[in-house]
């Protein structure tokens, strides 16, 4: 009687969530966006949370929470209840790089959470203020100079805003100065300000300001010239060709889940995500700040490449002596 009463009250603690799952969504979604409004990853995140609503028919309301490069958002969704109704738009400085640079982060991507989908891929650049130098040979040049002289911006420490100037310095044999902020939007607003001497950040934040002639585009970190920026050097037309032969420098964004999310939800939440990507308007975005959409992945496979992705930058970062010991 009393192992029949056991297994009575595990299914009726089971069956409500299953029947929750069964159902889903039915009510409105938090997507927590860890950076702050007007970044790239917040702007991407706004653009597919609206083609969710329109698809999932429940509202998915963006929440920034910013701060320490991403992880005080990336936590707050690892310790949510795993329903899928608190779920996480993050980028691969988040999830990957954080946990390696960083040993005071406790967050350890393939355990806390489930990948829902993968969303994009982003090449980044580098830009300097407009009274500064215009190419980035002018820039080692004068931190060579100077070795006081040169300063960059990141989104926090860990995320690839931090890594990649970092990585081209030590490369560079130049010193440059990291300042971390809580996202990539205020400091390029110091960039612009000529308060910073570096920043790297993706094309669907930078070529406003570019355009505009507010700050200097350097280099584009990839081994073509894009279509967005089609006027930007590549690194290795700046004089810095074997930046390249270090590591594939784009990231990415997803979504994410609490790690006990049940498959029904994950599989519902990857059917929505993968619909809003390919939504006309979404990937006419993407094209025109040339992200690659990664749309058509099943949990199953955004897992697997999240774990391919810590295991490779893992090895990237010790090789350039910026894994934490």
Known sequence: MKLRTVFAAMALT??????????????????????PAGGATDIAARMVAQKMTDIGGQPVIVENREGAGGIVGAVLVRDADPDGYTILFAASGTMILAPVVNPNVELVPTEDFRMVALAAQIVQYFVGPKEGPKTLGELVAAGKADPALLTFGSAGMGTLSHVAPAAFATFAGVEIEHIPYKG?????????????????????????????????????????RTTAMPDVPTIGEAGFAGFMELSDWTSWMGVLAPKDTPDEVVDK???????????????????????????????????????ESVDQWRKVLTDLGLAAQ
Request: proline residues 9%; charged residues 15%; hydrophobic residues 50%.
């Open 14 to 35: 089971v069956l409500p969530f299953a029947a929750q799952a069964q159902d889903y969504p039915n009510r409105p979604i938090t997507m927590i966006v860890p950076f």
């Open 184 to 224: 990539t939007a205020p400091a390029l607003g110091d960039v612009m300000g000529n308060r910073l001497s570096l920043l790297s950040d993706s094309a669907s934040v930078i070529r406003g300001p570019v355009t505009e002639g507010m700050v200097v585009p350097l280099a584009v970190l990839a081994n073509e």
């Open 269 to 307: 939440l990857n059917e929505i995500v993968n619909a809003a990507l390919v939504e006309p308007e979404v990937q006419a975005w993407m094209d025109n700040v040339t992200y690659l959409n990664k749309s058509g992945m099943t949990p199953a496979e955004a897992d697997a490449y999240l774990a």
